[in-house]
């Protein structure tokens, strides 16, 4: 396997936001469908879903920058290959709920590139203090998205089943993403950082819902 010189990795990051940010990301699995769905959905069902899709959208290009920047700072092959794996595996997300709003005749949010940013640079800081604290924050970002995730399982209309079945998928990756951080050696996070992780994202749940 090649290994790649700072620059080109740097050159990779840059491609990787430009594509993210742009809406150009390709699902390696199909998108989870129900064993049936409402072919028409009310329009208060999609204003209702589609701002929680939009959300979850954001959630996934924060994502992307998240595991990017890990990986670009991580100081172990091993764990810059899970942050890697991490993030082609979040890729589905993100074109999986593109796919959803663009069915529901809605739109990304306008300040993805705010938050690629936002969250990139968090993503540097949790890289830089070293990789058993980069894998703690992983664990508890997946932990975090888990119950908001389960938010929007109670919140999304039960007539719209193929978003329901995006979000049931989503759940359990994010699942599987902070077991095996946790199991590779992820620190716990002190609590004000946990708290402030929780702050953050309650300010971009509340906007993405409408910008």
Known sequence: MAVLSPLDLWLATLDNALRTVSGVAHA??????????????APEVKRISGALMRVNHVGEVCAQALYEAQGLTARSPQVRAQMQQAAREETDHLAWTAQRLEALGDRPSLLNPLWYAGAFAMGLAAGRAGDAWSLGFLVETERQVEEHLAGHLDRLPVEDEASRAVVLQMKADEATHADAALEAGGRPLPAPVRWLMRGAARVMTATAHYI
């Open 28 to 41: 390696s699995r199909p998108l989870p469908a129900p064993e049936s769905a409402t072919s028409v959905l």
